[in-house]
């Protein structure tokens, strides 16, 4: 059974840094293209990045280039995300999720629980 | 970045009731669309993917239909456990683009 637990969220200052982890279990971590997805509270979702098999090809939504950074330890089935600069409207539950690609088109078939990140002073 | 305007963005109905959900995107998408399900507290869930192809486990009342711009979403008969909050992802562009979400409420 596919598992995707997350870690690293909590409180933090404006312009201040956290690291979020997914730990992937169940599946062959290596074989899959990983994502970040988040929702602010009481709206809804938006994609933010996606992670390569292989780490070699990275994209994210425009309003985090240059803050954050994904990216995967193949050898720990961990995804990782590197948040620097954080905003107030960074505030969100971060989801991890497995993109799975067949026949010309992919999907996010397994999510995990999330994990909430609050930018506040 | 392409835009997905789902509409409804809430809806009341009845148990046993059809209902339909639809996002239009800004520009064509061929197929790559995806339909998720979320409950309050809880992670989203694949329910349909590449517009129409039902994910394993997901009931038959739940079907998709669209390609190019204009996308449905359809439970035939609604459940109890339907009542949820719908969005649709576009996954053939990036960034990656849900539609605002249809919360769909017991009437």
């Known amino acids: 059974e596919v598992h995707l637990v997350e870690s690293g969220g909590g409180l933090v200052q404006p312009g201040g840094s956290l690291r979020l982890s997914c730990a992937a279990s169940g599946f062959i971590f290596s074989n899959y293209w990983m994502s970040w997805v988040r929702q602010a509270p009481g709206k809804g979702l938006e994609w933010v990045a996606n992670?390569?098999?292989?780490?070699?090809?990275?994209y994210y939504v425009d309003s985090v280039k240059g803050r954050f950074t994904i990216s995967r330890d193949n050898a720990e089935n961990s995804l990782y995300f590197q948040m620097n600069s954080l905003r107030v409207e960074d505030t969100a539950i971060y989801y991890c999720?497995?993109?799975?690609?067949?026949?010309?088109?992919?999907?996010?078939?397994?999510w995990g629980q999330g994990t909430l990140v609050t930018v506040s002073s | 970045a392409i835009q997905m305007t789902q509409s409804p963005s809430s809806l009341s109905a009845s148990v046993g009731d059809r209902v339909t959900i639809t996002c239009r995107a800004s520009q064509g998408i061929r197929n790559d669309l995806g339909w998720y399900q979320q409950t309050p507290g809880k992670a989203p869930k694949l329910l349909i993917y590449?517009?129409?192809t039902l994910q394993s486990g997901v009931p038959s009342r739940f079907i998709g239909s669209g390609s190019g711009t204009d996308f449905t979403l359809t439970i035939s008969s609604l459940q109890l456990e339907d009542f949820a909050t719908y969005y649709c992802l576009q996954d053939e562009y990036y960034p990656y683009t849900f539609g605002q979400g249809t919360k769909l409420e017991i009437k």
């Open positions: 992670i390569k098999e292989d780490g070699s090809e990275k």
């Open positions: 590449g517009a129409s």
């Open positions: 999720a497995r993109k799975l690609a067949v026949a010309g088109t992919s999907y996010f078939d397994s």
